[in-house]
């Protein structure tokens, strides 16, 4: 089987961007149904993000018992970039989490087969397939933080600024959606799926904490340039906190979003060549 | 008993075949502990006036995280909590209740297996890791320090066993465990000290806290170690901690009992 193909199919025409809505409202659909089969069960996920959240609010109470400021930050703005950095996590894990960590469970079952004889692309379908709803309720509890936070600190964004935070969060999402399907598809026959997810959870550590707090060296060079976690949610909060040095970490934010994404295209492209269905 | 060294070889030849895997967990699993350690480096840098913060230079503090890692490496649970709730779910233990071996035996060799294996393999990049932090890296302060530390390890390998046991066992009652493992686990999180060393707390919620299981289970062997406990305070951890393992045992064995009336052997 010719397995490039699949991957070509055009998204240009407007005939065929109402096609990939229609097939996006069925996965939704799709999405709703499976999860009210589990309904303590949805609550319960819930609980378990929120408390992990919560412990991390801890963590920021805990050390500015000791200390007034960390670097050039201040309670409240690490408070607010806590919950930004946890609303990003929260709308990646409801669009393309579970996806991207079921990828290498579809390859060692050979179930990729299926989906890459769908007549749409096949990256737009491995990506989006599941939603999480319940991530969306914790994504919602972020902005409850963040508008807390923003509060105490005396914030009064326009519309202008928070478009341009809402657009920064979502080139935030975009970095590790590629990021982490890039790592799915590099490990396609190697590594465990449960050891790709916890090893991102890694990630999300790095991309709360605030940027100033790392000194020029390897570590911030690393989760700046090649991993760029420390700008994920550190710009948006920046500009929503008037913290920005300079406008050029905004356009190193969105070029780094393209990056990623290009990579992870490339990535993906050499992999499914690679590809030899397992059983069928 | 020789059977039960079977078991530990036939599990470390099992675990054997994840060491890729656990290279790349341990490797990733140092970039929230260097994140950490230089936040907190950060928090010193900013208070340039204070030796000490929270009662912490900056190497006891950088030590009681790298040290914290250490206990964790060779104590914590990885996937056995995991695995015997899919045992029961799936059948699998119907074999124990006839096969002269004890279930709970069987697995605590299989733990001890996994955890031979997760720290030889994971002891490379952590070693690195102590390497290039040497300078911020105490030691413990005389010998005794150092085999009390040893014994309260084995002890804190033992608690975590247990707990995660009994937990897994809940898979006779309902059908999907991990939640609360994960509930259990954010506790332990904090409790335990893996998010800061518990003694910054302010005072009233360390004392509080002191009544749980939870510091026993990582915090005091690490205070142990940087010589925060010492005399009287020592052995009356020591004890405690041994109080926590027999309470335990006793619980994962009662429950053990009370699971196996209510357990249908599903496929099996």
């Known amino acids: 089987m010719d397995a490039t193909s699949p991957a070509s199919p055009p998204v240009a025409a407007p005939g065929c961007l109402r096609r990939y809505a229609t097939v996006y409202a ?5 999405s709703i149904v499976r999860e009210m089969g589990f309904k303590t069960n949805f609550v319960l996920w819930i609980v378990v993000e929120l408390l992990w959240f919560a412990l991390q609010l801890c963590f920021v109470a805990v050390i500015y018992q000791h200390t007034e400021r960390i670097a050039t930050w201040s309670k409240w703005e690490v408070v607010l970039l806590m919950g930004a950095s946890q609303f990003i996590q929260q709308v990646f894990t409801a669009l393309f989490f ?8 579809l390859v060692r079952t050979g179930r990729l087969d299926f989906l890459l004889l769908l007549p749409v692309n096949t990256r737009f379908v491995i990506s989006l397939r599941h939603v999480d709803l319940g991530a969306f309720v914790n994504a919602a509890s972020a902005v409850a933080v963040m508008v807390h936070a923003a509060g105490r600190l005396g914030l009064r964004p326009g519309v202008v600024e ?3 935070f809402a657009a920064l969060c979502a080139a935030g999402v975009l970095i590790h959606y590629s990021l982490m399907f890039l790592l799915a598809t590099v ?3 190697t590594v465990r799926a449960q050891s790709i997810i ?3 959870h890694n990630l999300f550590n790095v991309a709360r904490l605030p940027d100033a707090a790392f000194r020029p060296g390897m570590f911030k060079a690393t989760f700046t340039f090649v991993l760029p976690m420390l700008l994920v949610a550190n710009v948006p909060v920046k500009l929503l906190a008037d913290k920005l040095d300079a406008g050029w970490e905004v356009l190193l934010l969105l070029g780094m979003t393209a990056v990623c994404f290009a990579v992870s295209e490339w990535g993906w492209r050499r992999s499914v ?5 397992a059983s069928s | 008993m020789s059977k039960y060294w079977h078991v530990i070889g036939i599990g470390i030849q099992n675990t054997l075949v994840y060491r890729v895997n656990f290279l790349f967990r341990a490797c990733f699993g140092l970039i929230p502990l260097m994140a950490t350690i230089y936040l907190w480096r950060a928090v010193f840098r900013s208070n340039p006036d204070q030796a000490s913060v929270a009662g912490y230079t900056l190497a006891a503090m950088t030590s009681y995280y790298l040290v914290a890692t250490l206990v964790d490496m060779l104590t914590a649970v990885a996937e056995d909590d995991w695995q015997i709730a899919a045992d029961i779910k799936d ?3 119907s074999q124990f209740l006839l096969k002269p071996m004890d279930y709970l035996t069987y697995r605590l060799c299989l733990f001890a297996a996994g955890r031979i294996i997760y720290t030889s393999v994971a002891l490379a990049p952590v070693a690195v890791l102590l390497l290039v932090q040497r300078e911020f890296l105490l030691l413990p302060a005389d010998g005794l320090t150092a085999a009390v530390f040893a014994v309260s390890v084995v002890l804190t390998a033992l608690l975590q066993f247990f707990v995660s046991y009994t937990m897994a066992l809940l898979a006779f009652w309902v059908l999907e465990v991990s939640t609360f493992i994960f509930i259990l686990f954010a506790f332990e999180y904090l409790a335990g000290g893996h998010l800061f060393p518990l003694d910054i707390l302010p005072p009233p919620l360390l004392a509080a806290l002191n009544f749980t299981p939870f510091p026993y289970q990582l915090y005091f062997p690490v205070s142990v170690y940087l010589g925060r406990v010492t005399g009287a305070e020592l052995w009356q951890g020591l004890v405690i901690q041994a109080g926590w393992v027999i309470a335990g045992y006793a619980l994962a064995r009662w429950v053990w009992s009370r699971g196996i009336r209510r357990y249908s052997a ?3």
């Open chain 1, 273 to 277: 060549r690679h590809y030899t269905s």
């Open chain 1, 162 to 164: 928070l478009a341009a």
């Open chain 1, 198 to 200: 916890w090893g991102y």
């Open chain 1, 26 to 30: 069925g996965l939704w659909r799709n």
């Open chain 1, 187 to 189: 490990s396609f026959w």
């Open chain 2, 266 to 268: 599903v496929g099996g």
């Open chain 1, 98 to 105: 579970t996806n991207c960590s079921n990828l290498s469970e």
């Open chain 2, 91 to 93: 059948g699998n233990i």
